[in-house]
Nanobody
Framework: QVQLVESGGGLVQAGGSLRLSCAASGRAFSSYAMGWFRQAPGKEREFVARISWYGGNTYYADSVKGRFTIFRDNAKNTVYLQMNSLKPEDTAVYYC???????????????????WGQGTQVTVSS
């Protein structure tokens, strides 16, 4: 069992930046692939980014590629999402999620992830 706690959300103007953090409990964090998802009101939860357990492989949704960066610090049991050049359409609740081994193939599907945080609100004003 692992618990995930997101932080770093807030209100920012378009073009601005935010860094989200997701702190995990438990010693197994370094073996988990980690993902970020987001959900806007009235919309389904959508994939944002994923990072492998060792940080060597990353994957991004086309909508955030080139603007967002996912990275992790296994010594601190934390995964981050650096968000630059934010747009109003990035407004959503952002969730981090853990995918323990054995890792599946559906990297962008919420069902692939076993553990979820409570979410943090990101609001981008125009």
């Amino acid at each position: 069992q692992v618990q995930l706690v997101e932080s770093g959300g807030g209100l920012v103007q378009a073009g601005g930046s935010l860094r989200l953090s997701c702190a995990a409990s438990g010693r197994a964090f370094s073996s988990y692939a980690m993902g970020w998802f987001r959900q806007a009101p009235g919309k389904e939860r959508e994939f944002v980014a994923r990072i492998s357990w060792y940080g060597g492989n990353t994957y991004y949704a086309d909508s955030v590629k080139g603007r967002f960066t996912i990275f992790r610090d296994n010594a601190k049991n934390t995964v981050y999402l650096q968000m630059n050049s934010l747009k109003p359409e990035d407004t959503a609740v952002y969730y981090c999620a853990a995918d323990p081994p054995p890792y599946g193939l559906d990297k962008d599907k919420p069902t692939q992830y076993q553990y979820w945080g409570q979410g943090t609100q990101v609001t981008v004003s125009s």
